[in-house]
DNA sequence: CCTCCATCCTGTGGGC
DNA sequence: TGCCCACAGGATGGAG
């Protein structure tokens, strides 16, 4: 669920809540939310008492500094979000990680799907279990040599951009949004990908993905996406190729179109993308 | 290393 | 109204 966007908005009204804050009463209540753990009590007795000196994002990864040598990692995988709440208050059902912190604040995650999940590596774990690209927003490498990786590449270019190890941080919703914006067909090869088609596409993630951040990200439905203040992104109505089937392009007028690629939903329009 | 595919889950919305 | 099915913003590990 959440790309880029989304856990940029998410890290943003997370951090004032636990920046400067000392974790206390730390709670996994879920096994799976820990499962990148041999032992799940690692999160907790990691954890508790420490102070988050800063909250980062790498991709879709949200990164707690803290005052230890470990790092705080959650993602939201497809349907985590977070919650601050007072103790005491209603709990919303899927709440699989809470953490009280030393204002009184208690940081909930919630997760139907147990798809996110929420860890506290060492630096030697933090390399070796997140194997990430640049940050496609704050760290995104100039073209020719974004143009080298996918040289070489048969797998179609819808499938290289949610490859978090290329860049890091775009997923099936701004893949296809920065597909159409730089006119390229999600089924063309890597290998097949011309120099100035990865520039268009290079100059097109930026700006989609600050205006993505700029709505508060993309709910899909009321169900959807929310931000630990409980908003839903406003992105959706900007979108000129996701679930957009059958919809006039926004450009041209011609239909749009709903294609599988690696088993993901793929939209694009057929007279706009070559 | 690369590519493809199944898998982990719960919830929703559409069709009948 | 209920039932069944397809589908959903992601990442990983194994097979070939």
Redesign the pocket.
Known sequence: ???LP?VETTRRLLAPAVEGRTMLEVEVRHP?TARRHLNPNDVVDRLTGRLVLRLDRL???ILGELDSDLTWVV?????GRFDIARPGEAEE??THFVARTDAGAEVRFID????GFVAVFTPAELAS???LGRDALVDLPRSPQLHARLS?????IK??L????LV?G????YADEVLFRAGVRPTR??AEVSPAEVAKLRRAIGPILKAGIAAG?????????RSPEGRT?EYRGRLHA?GREGEPCHRCGTPIERI?I????SFYCPECQT
């Open positions: 669920m959440p790309e989304e799976r991709g879709k990864f993602h939201l995988g497809m349907s059902k899927h139907p799907r147990t798809f279990e997140l194997r070489g590449r048969k797998a179609p499938s290289l949610l490859d978090q190890r890091a775009l997923g099936n919703i090869l890597g990200g993309t709910s899909l439905s009321t169900f959807g996406y992104g996701y599988v690696g088993g993901r939903s």
